[in-house]
Each structure stands twice: as structure tokens, then as C-alpha cells.
């Protein structure tokens, strides 16, 4: 077996034994049942009107905005993740000396980092199967409403979290765990400002916001997948009237998602660079 499957192997056995992913697993366990029954009341509510009087129109565009902020909340908690794995896992075993014990053997540094990363992608990825895959079941099993391009939508979510968890593993080839936290949540709230000053020049035709937000996106291109998934799953009506907070005005292009793989890719090789040549 090649020497990163076997680092991404272990990573992953680690990372599940580690208590910020037991209370990852249990605070979004605890957000998908209050999501559920959140959803379920409402949806009595609204069920109690008058069928004529509230459309199937409104209410799919009801479903469609709870639908997204329940994702909304899923990507939010997604990042979190992968920004806590990623921050201290080469900062914490350098301090610790425990990566001692890896670059001594006939192993590449940079066959390490590249396997810690496919470790914490998987832990990823699954996590937003299982967050995501509860709201569209909880969503679906009530209401029977599905949204449009949900696989595309889902798979954004996943590539914004690998971007996070990615400047994360970058950072800690480099800085304390703590530093590389600062900088972390640093650059993702810079994104979500830039987001929104995008969407908001948008709406109001101020070109210049609007140059501000797609600068922000280039130089952390996350909060723009997002944008772009809540594009690909909001209602069309929802996206013609830009009539729900969690669609979107400025729609990020493909263009920005091949740049958001190239900037995912040179992340990772800086990193290896900085972890080889770090004197340890």
C-alpha cells in the first residue's frame, strides 16, 4: 500500500478517537433533531391553513428556504470541522514531538501531509453525508419537497469545507495551533464579509462593491462556493425575485470553481514545500 493511503488511514483512525470529532458527531446530531422538529411544527402550521388560501407555490417556497438554512447551518458546521482538524494536526505533533516518529521512517514529509489531508477529507465528507443527507431526509420525509440539483449543491458544501481544512493544514506547517486558528477563522470571516458586500453591491448595482466581494473570493474562495450551491438548489422563482436571504445575486461562475480546485492543489504543494523544508 503506497505511503499515503497508510498516513490517511491512520489519520482517520486517529482523528475518530479525537474528542472534537465525538462532539462534532453529537452537537450535530443534537441539530438535526431540533432542525426536525423545528421543520415539523412549522409544517403542522402551515397545514392547518387553508389549502386555497396558501398555495403549493409558497408552500414549496417555504420548504425551499428552510431547506437552505438548514444547509446553510450544515456548512457553517462543516467548515468548523474541517478548520479544527486541520489547525492542529502538524502544529500539535510538532510541538508535541510526535511527528518524530513519522519522519524518521523511509516516509516522504510530503507523503505525509498529502495523507493527512486525504485522512481528514474522508472524516469530511463523511460528516456531510450524514448532516446533509438528515436535513434533505428530514425535509423530504415531511413535506415530500426535494430541491433542485441537490448533488451539485451538497458536493459545493464539500469543496468549501476541503478549502477551510486545506489554509488549515497550510498554516500549521508553519504557525502554533493557536496562530494558525487565528488566521484560519481570520481569512473564512474576511470571505463571509466579502460575500455578502458582493451580493448586497449586487442588489443595490454598486460596481465597485461588487469588484470588492470577487477580489475577497480570489483571495479565499469559500464563502464563493457556497454562493454558487445556494444558486444551484434555491427555487427559480426564489432566484428570479431574490426573494430568500440564503440564494444568491452574484452567482459565482465555473470559472471560480476551477480556480477554487487550483487554489485547493497550490495550498496543498506550498504546504508540502514548508513541511519539508521546516526544521523539525
Not at 391553513?49 to 446553510?72: C, I, K, M, T
Not at 448532516?131 to 419537497?145: D, E, F, K, N, P
Not at 477551510?164 to 481569512?187: E, K, Q
Not at 451580493?199 to 483571495?219: M, N, P
Request: aromatic share 10%; proline share 2%.
Amino acid at each position: 500500500m503506497s505511503p499515503k493511503w497508510i498516513i490517511a488511514r491512520l489519520t482517520f483512525r486517529e482523528a475518530t478517537r479525537r474528542r472534537i470529532v465525538l462532539t462534532a458527531l453529537v452537537l450535530g446530531m443534537g441539530f438535526l433533531i431540533i432542525y426536525s422538529i423545528g421543520f415539523h411544527l412549522i409544517n403542522n402550521q402551515v397545514s392547518t391553513v387553508n389549502r386555497d388560501a396558501v398555495s403549493q407555490v409558497s408552500r414549496n417556497e417555504g420548504f425551499n428556504f428552510l431547506f437552505l438554512a438548514g444547509l446553510y447551518a450544515v456548512a457553517f458546521l462543516s467548515v468548523a470541522m474541517g478548520a479544527l482538524l486541520g489547525v492542529d494536526t502538524l502544529a500539535g505533533e510538532i510541538s508535541s514531538g510526535t511527528v518524530q516518529t513519522v519522519v524518521t521512517k523511509p516516509i516522504q514529509r510530503g507523503d505525509v501531509v498529502v495523507g493527512k489531508w486525504l485522512g481528514y477529507a474522508s472524516l469530511l465528507g463523511l460528516y456531510l453525508i450524514m448532516m446533509a443527507g438528515g436535513i434533505i431526509a428530514s425535509v423530504w420525509l415531511q413535506s415530500r419537497y426535494a430541491a433542485q440539483h441537490m448533488l451539485q449543491g451538497v458536493g459545493l458544501i464539500y469543496f468549501e469545507s476541503l478549502i477551510i481544512m486545506t489554509i488549515a493544514l497550510l498554516c500549521s506547517s508553519r504557525l502554533s495551533a493557536l496562530a494558525a486558528g487565528g488566521v484560519v477563522f481570520g481569512l473564512y470571516g474576511l470571505s463571509f464579509i466579502g460575500g455578502w458586500v458582493e451580493q448586497l453591491g449586487s442588489i443595490l448595482h454598486s460596481s465597485t462593491a461588487v469588484d470588492v466581494g470577487i477580489v475577497t473570493s480570489l483571495i479565499i474562495p469559500s464563502e464563493a462556493m457556497w454562493r454558487r450551491a445556494a444558486y444551484e438548489m434555491q427555487s427559480p422563482l426564489s432566484g428570479l425575485l431574490n426573494m430568500s436571504p440564503f440564494g444568491t445575486t452574484s452567482v459565482p461562475s465555473a470559472l471560480m470553481i476551477v480556480y477554487a480546485g487550483v487554489y485547493v492543489v497550490a495550498a496543498l504543494i506550498l504546504t508540502m514545500r514548508i513541511f519539508t523544508q521546516r526544521d523539525l
